[in-house]
């Protein structure tokens, strides 16, 4: 007990006389603990906010569970009221679908966590599985107007009547004797009721009392026999018309209306009657369409792949709904829900993310613990002559680690704790509400015993005296040997693997089984054996460079070079930290270029142009028009011509024809990635040898229309469209087709050309518009949309600006910059305790120096040999790291959930970021130089050379 004591009351006074290299250690533990209890937690509501944000902006028929069955509740299925016996002619009465929702919610009450959470109560209407057609009013301009029958008990929740009242049942047609057919009855009905939506009524010209007849032919069956008109009873308002509401409610909110070259306007609407109506009109003939809100409020990245399980095997079961308890013939619900696919895509997104960023993690992992083992041998150092008084006067080697492991762990605990704590207040700050976890707690103890692990290994008994590493012998440790070869072993078995195994698409996205241990591992192992051999060489390349330097008449270069070959400060653990520091750098800034990068390429590539109109008609006289707008330089209509077969010598692919105004569509692709060079080739002259050459028709392929040995200059092939045949000279063949479908067998032809050789006319509802230099988007983009009000106009910036603001972009752009920050960190504090260990034989040499005559200044020129060579070394490997580390990750993880695109993109290389990286390793290194100077600082000449005598 007294050796004990005695012990701890040594503990004590060395940590209240020489507490600075163990607060380091502090410090490394607190920012460790910090960032395990904030960055898993951070990541965990970056997932959560992401699976939030993908719902919320999918529109409700992308997102919920719907299921559409062929009959109308508490009804036979269609066919059963054909008799006009059953018919009946008088007020039919208000069915009762209370029971029906009633049984439709306990789909949704009887259905798994998180399932049951996150589907809303049921929603329905009936509407006519045909259309009826109308009198289209002169004043509507229509040549055509139909409209679906629709019955929807919640209707006057949703919509705001402002004429009229809602439509009520009205008499039914009266059928008298057997001869009766059900489009000839006796007494045909008087006219139904109906309600539209005021934007429907203004597109067909239809107002409150309005009488329409419905016409007879196809539609809804003999409807204009039994029910000869309509009467509009009702005008209501429905608020924002792309509601999740009125999207399940098609054509509800506002007509269709298609410009027919042929047949002029053709309008499409739906009408809303009283739920008593619905079966006499339709004679059953309808469909109940069901559909159960997803919200994905509350959902946590952990719910997702059990999420995705329990739809689809909602989707593989048939769910039989009655409408009462005596219904014989109870609805058939197959839930299907497009939130799988978007359950999908998070998965995806999250195997992508989680692998870079540990990829990003496993760097600051390694120089962490490179600078516990600098800070471990640093405080060693600083106790080394109580150490060895203590081991002469018969302490043991384990006495001795215990001491020093007992201080590392007061420090470490504590210090860890404190971080642990300010990282759950920071968290909450920030609203990261993700709940922790054992494993982090569990990480989080391991920072606070790492210092204690760390002192008690760097305590080592035969260590503990003082002794000239310039005049020892060098290790020859086996030990050291098998272990490097072990690493190395480990980085091209790692690699090798990830290379052969290729990109996994969508990594374990059906089980959310987390991060893979071998993209990891790699870049981890790849790095340490890169520096190992860096270490290794560097001991040549100091001894050349001091044999270069020894000429020299300047003594500190040959001094420093002589210093750095025989006595390194610090070793290889510098190298190690230093080289970690710089790799993840320059991985951060490679990656994040090649993320942003690959989503703005995609944005670009479905786009095609400065901006893509699509919609209406974009005709001759349309695009004139859209040319003649102020900023715009070129407007190309992009037509679909129809399939089409290409017969050549091997094979006759079917197609997909496709036409544009080659001359616009060069300068509307002038600057856009991926297009194709030749574009001016598809309307210049066919350019062939001999007759066939001058008559061909330059087209475009995409490798799925191009057949065997088919290429650029390709002649004897033959374009079979549906107008007629045309021989044609391929010019090129591409990937893809910026602007156009992509994965698909594509012909690309100029509309003129392929119009004067086969007749081929197309009606293009999509156009590319490039714009001029200086020409404002957001005005250009207005203009249009005033020209053409039911266009759709895409712009790429803003595409890929969405893209970018999802929580998963801007979480990876965070972690980048706090993973550059953390690794800057670290930087810094290796090379300050690296100088710190190397400060005692510096000071003793500057002080047999400076008595001879050294100045100063070139004093400090050796503190800068002492971690100039090593933070050289850094650059170089950490540049080939940056290289070599991004494309082991895009060679082993799927980014294109990440990037919104069909293909893995390339890394890219952005040379300012690259050197913002290497200027900033270098400030940190010079910043941390100064820091070790101030600290080390002394002065004390005399005081060094009377301790030099007596060594």
Request: some cysteine; hydrophobic content about 50%; proline content about 7%.
């Amino acid at each position: 007990m007294g050796a004990l004591s005695g012990l701890g009351l040594l503990a004590r006074r060395q940590l209240r006389t020489s507490w600075g290299a163990t607060a380091a250690l502090g410090v490394v533990a607190f920012l460790a603990a910090g960032v395990l209890s904030t960055a898993p937690r951070a990541v965990a509501t970056m997932h959560a906010d992401q699976v939030v944000y993908e719902t919320a902006t999918a529109s409700g028929p992308a997102r919920d569970v719907i299921s559409v069955a062929g009959s109308i509740p508490g009804q036979a299925p269609s066919g059963g009221f054909y008799d006009p016996g059953t018919v009946g002619s008088g007020v039919p009465d208000e069915p009762d679908w209370t029971p029906f929702a009633e049984n439709l919610d306990a789909v949704r009450t009887e259905s798994p966590e998180p399932l049951r959470s996150v589907m809303g109560a049921p929603l329905f209407h009936v509407t006519s599985a045909d259309p009826a057609y109308t009198e289209p009013e002169r004043s509507s301009e229509l040549a055509e107007a139909k409209v679906f029958l629709r019955s929807a008990p919640d209707l006057a929740e949703h919509a705001e009547l402002v004429e009229g009242r809602w439509p009520t049942a009205t008499a039914g047609p009266v059928f008298v004797g057997d001869e009766q057919s059900i489009s000839q009855p006796t007494e045909r009905a008087p006219a139904f009721e109906v309600a539209v939506s005021r934007a429907v009524a203004e597109t067909y010209g239809w107002e409150l009392g309005g009488r329409y007849d419905n016409l007879s032919g196809s539609g809804v069956i003999a409807l204009a026999g039994r029910y000869p008109s309509l009467v509009v009873t009702g005008i209501f308002e429905t608020g924002d018309p792309d509601a999740d509401y009125w999207l399940h409610h098609a054509l509800g909110a506002r007509a269709s209306v298609i410009a027919d070259p042929n047949r002029g306007l053709l309008g499409t609407a739906t009408a809303y009657v009283d739920p008593a109506m619905i079966t006499p009109l339709t004679l059953g003939v309808a469909e109940t369409r069901v559909w159960y809100p997803v919200s994905t409020d509350g959902l946590t990245a952990a719910d997702v792949p059990v999420l995705l399980a329990q739809m689809n095997g909602q989707s593989a079961r048939t769910f039989l709904v009655a409408a009462g308890p005596d219904d014989p013939t109870p609805l058939q619900l197959r839930p299907t829900s497009r939130l799988t696919e978007i359950l999908e895509s998070l998965l995806a997104q999250r195997t992508g993310v989680d692998a870079i960023v540990a990829v990003l993690a496993v760097g600051p992992l390694g120089a962490t613990v490179a600078v516990l083992a600098l800070g471990a041998r640093l405080v060693v150092d600083r106790r080394r002559s109580a150490l060895a008084l203590l081991r002469a006067r018969g302490a043991s080697g384990t006495q001795v680690r215990l001491l020093m492991g007992g201080e590392g762990l007061v420090v470490g605990l504590g210090s860890a704790a404190v971080g642990f704590t300010a990282g759950l207040v920071l968290s909450a700050a920030l609203g990261v509400d993700a709940p922790v976890t054992v494993a982090q707690v569990l990480l989080a103890v391991a920072a606070g015993v790492a210092p204690a692990v760390a002192l008690a290994l760097a305590t080592s008994p035969a260590g503990l005296r003082t002794t000239r590493s310039d005049l020892a012998p060098r290790s020859r440790s086996r030990v050291r040997w098998v272990l490097e070869v072990l690493v190395v072993a480990g980085a091209a078995l790692a690699a090798w693997l990830l290379l052969s195994r290729g990109v996994v698409a969508g990594s374990g996205a059906g089980t959310g089984a987390g991060v893979d241990p071998l993209v990891a591992a790699a870049p981890l192992l790849v790095s340490l054996a890169l520096t190992l051999l860096a270490v290794r060489a560097y001991p040549w390349l100091a001894l050349a460079a001091e044999r270069a330097l020894a000429p020299r008449r300047d003594l500190v270069p040959f001094l420093g070079a002589a210093r750095a070959t025989r006595d390194p400060a610090g070793g290889p653990v510098p190298a190690v930290a230093l080289v970690l520091a710089v790799a993840v750098a320059a991985t951060s800034a490679v990656l994040y270029s090649t993320v942003s990068g690959g989503v703005v390429r995609e944005a670009w590539r479905a786009t095609g142009a400065d901006l893509r109109v699509s919609g209406p008609v974009v005709d001759e006289p349309v695009a004139e028009q859209l040319g003649a707008l102020d900023g715009v330089a070129a407007v190309s209509p992009v037509g679909d011509v129809g399939d089409g077969l290409l017969q050549g010598a091997g094979s006759s692919p079917r197609v997909e024809v496709w036409t544009v105004d080659a001359a616009e569509l060069v300068v509307a692709q002038r600057d856009v990635e991926g297009a194709p060079e030749t574009l001016d080739a598809l309307a210049g002259s066919g350019g062939g040898d001999g007759a066939d050459g001058d008559e061909a028709l330059p087209v475009i392929l995409t490798p799925g229309a191009a057949g065997p040995g088919v290429g650029p200059g390709s002649t004897g092939i033959t374009l079979t469209t549906q107008e007629g045949d045309v021989p044609v000279r391929v010019v090129d063949v591409v990937d893809e087709l910026p602007g156009l479908p992509a994965g698909r067998a594509l012909v690309l032809a100029d509309a003129g050309r392929l119009a004067e050789a086969t007749g081929d006319v197309s009606y293009p509802r999509l156009a590319l518009v490039g714009l001029t230099d200086d020409a404002d988007r957001a005005a250009v983009t207005a203009e249009i949309s005033r020209l053409l009000p039911s266009s759709v106009v895409e712009d790429p910036d803003q595409e890929a600006d969405a893209v970018l603001a999802a929580p998963v972009s801007g979480g990876l752009a965070v972690a980048f910059v706090l993973a550059v920050l953390l690794a800057g960190l670290l930087c810094a504090g290796a090379v300050v305790m690296t100088l710190m260990l190397a400060a005692p034989a510096r000071a003793r040499l500057l002080a047999v120096l400076q008595t001879l005559g050294l100045s100063p200044r070139l004093g400090r020129g050796l503190v800068g040999w002492e971690i100039g060579p090593w933070a050289v070394v850094a650059l170089v490997v950490g540049a080939v790291l940056g290289v070599v580390v991004p494309e082991l990750v895009l060679a082993a993880v799927d980014v294109t959930a990440l990037t919104g695109g069909p293909t893995q993109p390339d890394a890219r290389y952005d040379p300012l970021l690259l050197g913002a990286a290497a200027a900033g390793f270098v400030v940190v290194v010079l910043a941390a130089v100064g820091v070790a100077a101030a600290l080390s600082r002394r002065g004390e000449v005399a005081a060094q050379l009377r301790m030099g005598s007596n060594d």
